[in-house]
């Protein structure tokens, strides 16, 4: 028994064993297995931002009380924003989802990953994104926590926040969030196969 408690706190340890001490959240901001913390509605106060990404180039937003508005993606994707750590196993979890929803609706969805860690080394961002293969903005700097209070002071990781076209908030996700988070993404986007079949279905007009 005891054997066994060493080996559950020797595999814990190696778990957060590169969370930073400087991070702004540690390991008990981390959603707990098996709970189900609340995923309360988010109040929206105008405010700006312009948010890192680790390729250097900026992603210009602004706050509104209907949701968010990305300057780059408004009117033509919906946005998914992810708020994370490196450190976190659940958001490590939820990876292979979100690129898999990223690929099924490129023309028409972006994800923009938020990193909540402070002082991380940008080599170990980008190996991080190396390793998993991450191929959408992943953002650092003071703004993502700006950011983060702005949607409903983020507490816990991982949270993701779906947002229309048009900027609209949609539906803020804690914890386990593949099967709604799918569903809700096909709500408000039509699948390549539906937009395919409404265009066979258009007549066509010949000119004269």
Known sequence: MKKSLLIGLMVTGLLFSGCDNKTTIDESAMVKPGTHPSSAPVEFVSENFTLLTTDE???TLKSTTQGLDFEEYKGKKAVLVDVFATWCPPCIEELPILKELREKYKDDFEIVSVLF???K???????FIKEHGIEY?????EDNF????QLGNVKNIPEMFLFTKEG????RFVVKTSGVLSAKTSLIIPSPRAVKNEEMKTPKISSL
């Open 146 to 149: 700006k950011l983060a209070k």
């Open 57 to 59: 180039k900026f992603i």
């Open 137 to 141: 903005p992943l953002t650092v700097g």
């Open 168 to 171: 609209r908030f949609v539906k």
């Open 117 to 119: 860690e402070k002082d």
């Open 121 to 127: 080394p940008k080599q170990e961002i980008l190996d």
